[in-house]
T-cell receptor
């Protein structure tokens, strides 16, 4: 079955700098890759997603890249702000797993003022 | 649009009591998921339904846990009898199969404390 690994587990960056979180997946049939942000005490919220027919997607300061050959995808946050501090989860979906999300373990992003 | 609605938001009860968590998915969504989140184990999928039918309950930790979806707009997760180690945040999420795959949308969760 699918396995998703996420790195790093904790990332501390200076406000205004960029942050990059990386995930690898094992099932080459996976075709959908969402990213969720979870602030302390709140629910996971979808912030961006990418499908396997696209290599990159951008939404303001957030971008996701996908390398199907290497089976990895990354979240890029530019010009980080204090409100970006949260736990970020990547996930992968494959038809063979009946479209359930296979989650990464999460990255705690800390933005230092 | 109303999102996924969970109740109660907080539940504190004594060990051995029955606990029932409730979820109303987004209208039109045909997938419903129950998750448990703890610091130690992270986010765990407990069970999910498609068109009100349980598809995979392999994540349900013990027979003390049961889930039902009697109709497209309501699901329950029941713990009987409850134990302190069941203390966690329980999330319900729903998604649509139209144009699958589609993202899951989470409710605000139920914070459960078993004393």
């Amino acid at each position: 079955g699918e396995n998703v690994e996420q790195h790093p587990s904790t990332l501390s960056v200076q406000e205004g700098d960029s942050a990059v979180i990386k995930c690898t997946y094992s099932d080459s049939a996976s075709n959908y890759f969402p990213w969720y942000k979870q602030e302390l005490g709140k629910r996971p919220q979808l912030i961006i997603d990418i499908r396997s027919n696209v290599g990159e997607k951008k939404d303001q300061r957030i971008a996701v890249t996908l390398n199907k050959t290497a089976k990895h995808f990354s979240l890029h946050i530019t010009e980080t702000q204090p409100e970006d501090s949260a736990v970020y989860f990547c996930a992968a979906v494959a038809k063979e797993s009946n479209y359930q999300l296979i989650w990464g373990a999460g990255t705690k992003l800390i933005i230092k003022p | 649009d109303a999102g996924v609605i969970q109740s109660p938001r907080h539940e504190v009860t004594e060990m051995g009591q029955e606990v029932t968590l409730r979820c109303k998915p987004i209208s039109g969504h045909d997938y419903l998921f129950w998750y448990r989140q703890t610091m130690m184990r992270g986010l765990e999928l407990l069970i999910y339904f498609n068109n009100n039918v349980p598809i995979d309950d392999s994540g349900m930790p013990e027979d003390r846990f049961s889930a039902k979806m009697p109709n497209a707009s309501f699901s329950t997760l029941k713990i009987q009898p409850s134990e302190p180690r069941d203390s966690a945040v329980y999330f319900c999420a729903s998604s649509s199969s139209e144009g699958i795959p589609q993202p899951q949308h989470f409710g605000d969760g139920t914070r459960l404390s078993i004393l």
